[in-house]
């Protein structure tokens, strides 16, 4: 349409361009400090209602508000900055401001969107809080913290893990320090040859002088298996704090005392064991 | 379109914002009264309707109702608060404020809704119920608590699992407190010497002195394979509370006793046994 | 728009909204009574078609049309109840009504619908029917129930299991019970030095005498492996009820025969056996 | 809007419900008793089509051509039905009647036509055909019969397999029986201090002799490793009827043979061999 | 709405649609007619298509031309048909003729446009072409025929493997007969008391002296690892022809010859060895 | 509607298409030539472009020029060659014309597409660029070929791996040639009783002696494993063309020389040991 | 409609076409030099910005804002010379020329998104930095740059990874280097007969005496396990570069002391145990 002198259309159309944008800088201007305004007020709202809400009991709760406010106020800064650059900007023009194929974008921000929301059900829900140790898929740690978009869990060994909140959300989580106390375990193979009453004896025994181990509910001793080389005898007994470091500690002290009674009882911890038929071919 | 005086439009539209907020005030004020008070009804009839249902048949639908009630309050309260800050508002407008692109916020939304819908039906078709021993994958635990967005299981061992329900919805779950009994197996190896008919005899035996071990249906003891260095029986017996603690009890008797009694009998319970073809060819 | 004083505005609507609501008492009452009624009705019409269809080979279109009259009724109902809440409402308006962005909505209601038609479909296909024994993934046992949502199987050891029915549609199920008889097989190593021929003839001897193999298809015995340690011969017999606990029983009979007419026959059931060079090299 | 009496209101469009109801009853018998011929038409013309086609190379298209007539008569019975219960129904309104969100239906539906469609095609591209051995991930068997929805493979040991057809679609399948010969191999480990050439000559000889083996294409014997304790030579050889059971009987009457024939001449088939540097730390 | 006499009005709609089928009639006829005429004429131009690009670099282009306009042709025939059936049709209303909620089948068709679609571009890219021979997954064999739903090919053992296009084309192929040459390798294990020199120098000679293994580029012989019991020496030689069965000739003689010369060079390809530290604890 | 004689109507729009076709015959042929046109030109741009940019900085660049004019120009030919056939023919008719569930196709020509922008991405941010050595997946070769759907790799043994650019851009790739150069260790075990120091020393000597091994950065020699019967020291040394080639060759040196001096300087590698702990049971 | 002269109007076209070239061609000169003016000063507000923005603390800030300030300035280059070639171009009808399916163009464009979006927030929520050791899945190694669509590690032996963003982004991600000190492990196995304690005592030692291992947190030596043939016990310490190559040197030094030091103490390191049960079978 109309095309008579494209040249001069085409420079017509460049100069209003520059012109136009010239005329909008104060605006530009305005909104740019209008938005950082609120920027600081979204952070100092964030702010407060995270002090406000310091109690163990409604922590998770402040921490929800106050990310749902600064989100909140950014957003409205946003519409506002938006507003003063164009004035005939109306909230609705943002959605075909985002434009070039929305379905594509909306696949694009699903994943943000996602984890955000995850993390704001994690905290509400709360499966684990702050210093919980959970186990996820392969990975096990200590609960550091539950960010927007990730939980961050560090390992014993301290190194950092980060986990997206959705992958959190929509898999089995195993939290290890959700109750009071927790049970360990260790299976002892004795020799086919020794009395089980009698190891299951020292091993309750053991058990009993452990001062990590619980005597409510009480340690345990059963058979398991009559496994390849051993009979394999079950000792189960329950610790009070059950973190890792309490965890590790009591083992080592079971094991060694375990090893140095059950030796000391003469009953035998054997090697793996094997029957041979011998059958001396050597041509002489 | 209308630019005059850029600064003046955008300084009268910030101006007219702040009044427009102010303005604004008390119905903020009053809506979040009103939400406030939908949210405690909605609580009160989540408890109301659950303690009219505390009995054993109509508990679950009880949960149901009480959960559906208090989400349906509290969208209405929603509404409601809406509905006085913005005067001209309307319901059909939520879907357009939700904006940003509806499929974005859908997908987003997605797993919430399918997380609350799968809770509410596993709690209607009752799979499994609270108390029941479950296996999901390589989780095994009690049932602790059917929530709106998981089911909580805690492990034998004193950790908790946080289940998400659209996960146990989706897949196969394992019911081990389902029937009223269930069946525990063991197999015993034994030489390829041994008689295996005295060896079934002595099973039999043992497993009809165990006080745990149901006669009716009555214990089986069947030999499954020739195996390398044994020849396998497999000792079958009922238990009537299924659960796990009974069964680790019951079977560590039976195994004590099984091997007590088989050794008695002279009935060997072999190594792992290889016949070696010896040639020497030690270099002399 | 219209602001003039909104706490006047706010507090008329409450008033309004209150007042509405009490109009709609008797409405709601009365839609409560209808349906009520509805969900009878149709608990009845389910109950009338599967009486009346109790016969083997219409049971399972029974059941169907059952469930779907059920499902009928109280959609009919629903729709009556709003109906007469909101005299305006028309079927059509529904689905404006589930709003909140329908594809979310959609994408929450699918697993329930999928399984549901997967339900029915199994059911009228009929890959297998109640009492059926098969293996779905890593579960087998019997088939207790095909309910709207999922397949109830109880496994042989007494525990339930259950199947999504959109599970077992879209993937493969084996059915062990689907024919009047089945193979069984079981791999026997006879020694290098044994005769094949002879091994063979006392195994089918074995098979023969067997009161649960069948003599049409006949057993056979095929040389399938020059293992390592052992020529494996392959025992197959075909026996007439498919089930587990006769699969259990004739195996047990079989291998206790095979092994007593096997040794007695002479023939080795070898252990492992390795060829070691020997090389003394201890310093003296 | 017009609630003057919302009892009375109520009350009457209750009653009209019900009058309308009571005169659409004999279009409603009507409609069942058109669309019970309607569906008889069905079968009829799929048994007709599928009686016209019983000649092997036009058997899979009368299969397809049977099950679309049947499926598009009974489409049109469903239309015509609802014509006559709703007089002013338009084809068209069935897609606003299934309603409730029509992409969850859409996604409901979508394996079952997936499934449907997957049959028509496999029919008519005809990978496979009945009678044909296959192997599908885990599973092998004789195709049994291809359903609207599944394919269903009879194991050689007499048990069910049900492949939806949507998954043998999209998966590779394996034919054995698609040409008239197969390849048959066993590696047969001979000892180091053997003649290759030697055992190669014994190999070819019984592969030549047997009745089963094909002489064109010839079968060979390679070797494919110098294993740990073995040198491995692969006999190979084609049968005619490619089917399983054949392959089982050769195979038995070969590695029968060779094992005579390769003993016969003093070949080796030695056992896993391992050499031992031996140290004796006895303390004495 | 119009409800005065139902039966009437229904049985009169029945009787219109008789008549209207029975007017339609003619149409139908002439419609199958053409119908079948376009398709005889679709196949006739894919043959003449066909036979006008035998020659070798245009043979692929040639069977997606016969394919589109086969396909073209019968699309074309389709439509002719429907508007000789329904005068007033037009192309458009066919999108609302499959109805049913378009989504649902649009996923239903996906599958097989993706396989078509993958097919033509398979022949125009040309990753492979007929005779090659391909790894996909776990699959390998001869390519025997590119179809329009799937890829066909032939195990070297003679079966026949079907893959769906869309898989060869969504996933990596490993094609093995692209080059003129291929290198294969084999790892020997000698002795660790052996002259690495002296066995590479044997290795080389008997790589040299073979009649496929080309000189160009020369074989090599590596130490690629200090194993446990062995020095293990990698051989590497080319061949030209790379196919399946030369490689496996190939590697049946070098491997002889590797063997007898070593074992004449008095070189060990020791057994497996195990140093041993024994302890007499035999009680007396 | 209107069908007096649906015979006649019938015949005549027969007649009309046949019409039709012939009058729209020229612009058919027309068409054709301006296509083919077209074709040549975007070939010939292709080639211009590709010849353009040489350069090895810029070719990259070029390759991705020469694609999208050539694409660019064909689109165009289309759009123009329809525009000729139906002069009425508008670009936004395209879209209608596709027709036939838009989504179905737009599914299906997605990987396509995807396949297409994930090779152009790839040429520009260039992970990899041709000659260099990748990993992916279970592959590991070198780049031959960047095509608009595929990437094409050589692997080391003369075969071709055809991996769909999509699956390149969506995984992690590992490219051995990035950098200049790389590390190459081996694991070596000496016995328990030698001296870590002296085969450490031995080690370095080895690998400084090495005339691939470069000496910035220096070789290392770590004790990383006590393992079950050796101290493994892991030997690292840099190489500089970290090609494959290069890497084999310089392991076969560096392996026979450690071999050689390890064993003169009485530096045990030994073979895995095993304690035996020995009980005579022979009954005499 | 109009097709008097087909020819004729087809030639128009064409002639139309070719003038409408013609005319627009100054505009397409002025649009590629607008365009490339906007590329160069969007390349120099990238430097601009990146040099700015040179602090630690806030490079990640700057990177983002470079990014984002070159995209969006490059957009409103195309926008404008978009305009330029025709006048009356808008912005809305960009997401129209995309045309051809929306769908599937959003689909094909969503990886892209999808890895942008994620490598901006990978960069602002800054789960890791540049330089910091990460593994991801079976990938390790440094940190070299987070690119717009892919980050790229260094292995430690010299070779590149190139992960997609979007990978990254929505799976675990493991940082080694997060926090200061890290805890490296080794499990030392000894002998049954020794004495715990003393074993723990020499282990504490030697990490007491290591330069690199730290003091506090204090070295631990655990009992973990009573294995087949040893007593394992755990030392743990902590190093404070937690860098992999002052791990590797650790662990070097660590190892080889507690080598000397253990044996030296006479405390035995054993070999894989074994209890053999001997029966002399040899035909005499």
Redo the contacts between chains.
Sequence with gaps: ???LN??Q???Q??LQ?VKGTI??L??II??IV?FTAFWFVAKFSRRLIKNLTRKKQSRNLGLVLARLSQGFIILIGTF?AL??II??FK??D???L?????????????????N???GI?ILI?E??TLNDQII??E?EGTVENI????TII???????????N??L????????T??D??????D?GIG?GDD??EAKKIILEVLHNNTDALQDPPPEA?????A??T?NIRA?W?INP?RRADA??T??AV??E???KL?AAGID???????????????E
């Design positions: 349409m109309g095309s494209p040249l259309t085409a420079w159309q460049l361009m005329e909008l104060p605006n305005i909104a209008v506002v507003a003063i004035p005939s909230p609705g943002l959605v075909q985002l434009g070039v194929s929305g379905v594509a974008v909306g696949f694009a921000f699903r994943d943000i969107l996602q955000f929301l995850a059900l829900t499966p684990f996820f898929k990975f960010q927007t978009r990730a560090r390992t014993y060994d301290g190194r950092r893990i980060v986990i997206p959705a992958e959300f929509t898999n089995s989580v195993t939290v290890n959700a109750f106390k927790r049970r360990l375990q260790y002892i086919y089980i009453a059963l058979v398991v298996d009559l390849g080389s009979i189960r329950w059950p590790m500690d083992q080592d094991l060694t375990l090893n140095n030796v911890l054997p090697f793996p064991t094997q029957q041979i038929l011998f059958h001396d071919q050597t041509e």
